[in-house]
Structure formats: C-alpha cells, structure tokens
C-alpha cells in the first residue's frame, strides 16, 4: 500500500484525484495538506511514500523537493493541459520526475505507483535550498553578440589563487576581456564568497547581485530561461556576474548554484570565474544545515576545464603559492585531470630574483601546464580601476601585453 500526501489547495482537479487514489487498491490518502510548509511538515513523520501536488504550489521549489526527498517522499505534480510541456520543463528543473496533467488525472494512481518504484533508484541530486535574494531582477537583458562560427566549445577557466590579495580579480578581469577582445562570448563570474570586487572594480553599481538572483533562479528551476536577467553586459561580447554585495550573504548561495551557473554559461561561450582563496571544506560543519562557505571556490573548482592559480612575486606571496599549490593538488585529485597553469603576479626586478628562479621553485610543487609572468604594472592597473573600467578599455600596456600572451596559452586561436 502507497501512502499518499495532497496539496491541491482546493484546485478544481482534487477532487477527481482524491476519488480516483481512494478507489485505486494500492493506494491510500493519509492527508490532504493545507500548503507545502504543511506538507513537509506531514512528509517529516516519515509515514508517507509519495506527495501529489499541483506545480504552482506556493513555495514549491527545489529546496522542498529535496526535503522531501530526504524524508523518502517522492512528488508527483499535476499541471493544467495547455501549460503541459513548460510544466514538465519546470518539474524537471526542480527534482520532479513524474507529471500528470488534468485531464489524466484518473491515471494519477498509476503515477503514484511509478514515482514509488523509481525510489529504488536513489534520489535525484538535491537542488539548492532558496535563497534570499531579490525576486526579481533589475538587470536588463542582454544583446549580446555569440561567439565566432567554427570557434572552439566554451570552456569554464576559474581563477584562483592563495590568501594575500595576490590580484586574482584583476587576471580574471583581464583575461575576460582579452577573450572576448578575440571574439568569444565570454562571461566574467564573481564567486568570491568573502565579498567580491568585481562588479566595483569594472564600474558595475547595479543594488542588485547577479549571483544572488542566479541562486534564487535556479532554484525556481527557471534560470535557464532567464540566464541573461543575471548577467550585465559590458560590451557586445563581455558581461559580467557581478557578486555577493556583501561577505555575509554568502549563505543565500546554496549548493549547486555556481555549477548550473557555469554550466549554462559554458553553453553560450567562454566562463572566466573570479573565486575566494579558501579551500576548506569542512567550514560550515558548526551551522546545521547551512552550506559550506567555501562551496562557491570548490563548487567552480569541480566545473573547472582549467584552473589559473595567481600568486604574488614577493617572498610572501611565493610562500603562500607553493603551500596553495599543494592544497589545491588535493582538492584537484577528486575529480577529473585539469590543467593548471600558474600566474606569478607582480614581478618586478626589485625582488632580486628572476622568472627562472621562480620556476625552479614552483616546479616542485607537481606538474603545471604552464607558468606565466605579469609585470607589476601600478600604472595601468590604477588608470583601470579609477575608471572603472578592464585593462584593455584603459589602453595597451606591459600589462595588457602579457595578459595576451597568458590568454594565447588558453585559446591560441
């Protein structure tokens, strides 16, 4: 026998369907529930297997799917006949696998059945609890130009780099607009969970954050549809996603969000990511159920197609480089091969060593696929941040020169 949660919310179809799991053999209603909090709540006792429920349920999302999935509740959702196919689209973005619509709801027990005998199979991966952020989004939707016919597939390039402030935003910023200068849709992501710089740093004042309004578009399973009311162009072929607006909302970004983030970004062209210099994984064990902090760094990581990791020339920032270059070793393993390149920032020949000195220093901390230099370049730097504006806007410099050699490493077309 089949336990069965309602939430109908007195729609015209409940009736129907309450008739039609009462006279079903296997099937039986233990409550009909006021709302989806009720239901939850009902799903916790542990004394039912599957939840039906209409699709514009208020506070319906991926977050209760998941939660009911935690309790060993499978949902069902009905949907009206003429919003058949964006109902299926939108249950499946939330972790709903059986839909049925009105005008079958006499089958709804079968269904039943079927979302029972798929729990066999495991849950579905748990989408990102809501977030708090905006509902709706200020930023406008974007015209922006796709990348060259015959260029090659997107590729999500993260940034990362040690603590110490080793510049690892103004490389993304710039290799960004080195890609999109070549012709690639590109995509810059600010996701530095202890406050991002990015939207500041290239002239970017929107009130609203690009990445808390991704977070609460994927969980509504609708941030496929409307991926570009999260990004802010800066140019035809350049936006940007701009971050958290300060350190502690970082918790409105559950997990999951960066991943289907990028991974729609990598549909669309190339992904630039700008993250946080902390690999910890265990940061957030002490909250209950909040996330990690540091799952917005490791989240981008374990998307990654290659991993820039920025350090500073001076003898602190080379300290911390080799040590981080181990510890991300480590976090690297887990996954598939990426390449990673290191980006020593800041060289300059006051320091009194030279780039060969650094590479035998750093080619002892595990194979690279390349090792590139940045000029310390104050200069174009400030001229581009006072501006607010990338290097390239700012004009040619020794910056923007290297910039480009590191960018023909990642795309030498």
């Given amino acids: 026998m089949i336990v069965v949660l309602v939430v109908a919310a007195g729609a015209a179809w409940e009736s129907p369907a309450l008739t039609a799991l009462g006279e079903h053999p296997r099937t039986v209603v233990l409550k009909r529930c006021v709302d989806v909090d009720d239901l939850l709540a009902a799903a916790s006792a542990g004394q039912a297997q599957v939840a039906v429920l209409g699709l514009e349920s208020r506070g319906l999302d991926a977050a ?7 309790h060993g509740v499978r949902a069902v959702a009905v949907v009206p006949d003429d919003q058949r196919d964006a109902g299926r689209v939108r249950a499946s973005r939330i972790g709903i696998a059986t839909v049925v619509t009105v005008s079958a709801i006499a089958a709804l ?3 039943v059945l079927a979302a029972d005998a798929a729990a066999t199979l495991g849950p579905p991966p748990a989408g990102p609890p809501d977030a708090a952020g905006p509902r709706s989004s200020s930023l406008p939707d974007t015209d922006l130009v796709p990348s060259a016919p015959g260029g090659p597939a997107g590729r999500v390039v993260v940034v990362w780099g040690p603590a110490g402030a080793p510049g690892r935003s103004t490389v993304a910023a710039a290799v960004a607009a080195e890609l ?16 991002g710089t990015v939207g500041q740093q290239l002239g970017v004042m929107d009130e609203v954050s690009g990445l808390l309004s991704a977070a609460r578009l994927s969980t509504a399973g609708e941030l496929g549809e409307r991926f570009t009311t999260v990004q802010r ?22 997990p999951g969000t960066v991943e289907h983030l990028l991974e729609l970004g990598r549909g669309q062209g190339e992904v630039v990511v700008d993250t946080g210099f902390s690999l910890e994984g265990d940061a957030a064990l002490d909250l209950g159920a909040r996330p990690s902090r540091n799952q917005l760094t490791l989240g981008a990581l374990d ?12 003898p ?5 480089l080799a040590r981080g270059l181990v510890d991300l070793r480590v976090v690297l393993d887990t996954g598939p091969p990426r390449p990673v390149r290191v980006v020593v920032n800041r060289m ?3 320091l009194g060593w030279s780039e060969k000195d650094i590479a035998g220093m ?24 006072v501006a607010g504006r990338t290097l390239l806007e700012s004009g040619e410099s020794p910056l923007t020169r290297a910039v480009a050699v590191l960018v023909d490493s990642l795309n030498p077309r």
């Fill in 64 to 70: 209760a799917v998941a939660r009911l999935h935690d």
């Fill in 233 to 254: 162009a800066l140019d035809p072929r350049l936006s940007v996603v701009t971050g958290l607006p300060r350190p502690d909302r970082w918790s409105e970004v559950r």
């Fill in 316 to 320: 602190v920032g080379l300290s911390r």
């Fill in 109 to 111: 027990p079968d269904a």
């Fill in 180 to 195: 999109a200068r070549r012709g690639r849709r590109t995509m810059l992501v600010d996701a530095d969970p202890y406050g």
């Fill in 348 to 350: 300059r020949p006051s």
């Fill in 303 to 314: 998307v990654a197609d290659e991993v820039l990791v920025v350090g500073g020339a001076d």
């Fill in 362 to 385: 750093v080619a002892g901390f595990g194979r690279l696929a390349g090792l590139h230099f940045l000029p310390d370049d104050r200069v174009a730097v400030d001229r581009a941040l």
